[in-house]
């Protein structure tokens, strides 16, 4: 980021009065050139046993396998974004229940955070999105372990199909570290069943 975005005149990367952090800022203008996380939210739609899976047709990890999810836009819930990324990825139209929010994931290293919604398949007419280059239903001895896309995909997968056998879906969210040599480590921080217990 170089230029302000209000005067067009050149940005300095310096700690703005009364913040605690280096942000763009326009000696200008006065304007300060926020940077903040970004949301990627998706569905994880179910039909019988099965997951609705897409193949990915562009990068990061073309051609590994994936839930159909993407960036949050302006304007739309988290819940809304998830569901235009199914319809838009994989031509699924999804069922969403109330109890639908299913797995959050913290990113700091990359700035993001990922939201997953569980969700139920209304039929079977689905299709490859411009950005997919398949979709398919796979049952959980069939899911492509070895080829998915990315870590907190491949974590959601692994606790719905432990969550399935036992008839619980509780929300769980997790922080995600990057380390040297692209090592990722997943660490659970809070769990809705353990909420539960305490409860009773």
């Known amino acids: 980021m170089k230029y302000c975005q209000y005067c067009a005149n ?3 990367f310096r700690i703005p009065d009364g913040d605690n952090r280096e942000r763009y800022c326009c000696s200008s203008c006065g304007a300060i050139a926020y940077e903040n996380p970004k949301n990627v939210v ?14 990915r047709a562009i990068e990061p990890r073309r051609g590994k396998w994936t839930l159909p999810a993407g960036f949050m836009e302006n304007g739309e819930s988290s819940l809304e974004g998830a569901l235009r990324e199914t319809k838009e990825e994989a031509g699924a139209k999804v069922i969403i229940k109330p109890n639908s929010l299913y797995t959050l994931f913290n990113l700091p290293s990359i700035n993001q955070v990922y939201i997953f919604f569980r969700a139920e398949l209304a039929d079977l007419n689905f299709a490859p999105g411009v950005e997919s280059e398949e979709v398919d239903l796979f049952s959980e001895e069939d899911i492509p372990w070895g080829e998915i896309a990315f870590p907190v995909v491949k974590t959601t997968i692994t606790n719905y199909f432990e969550d399935r056998r036992s008839g619980h879906f509780p929300v769980r969210m997790f922080d995600v570290h990057h380390h040297a040599g692209r090592r990722v480590t997943t660490e659970i921080i809070s769990d809705s069943s353990s909420q539960s217990i305490d409860r009773n």
């Open 42 to 55: 998706g569905t994880l739609p179910a039909y019988e046993d099965k997951l609705l899976l897409c193949k």
């Open 10 to 12: 050149r940005l300095t």
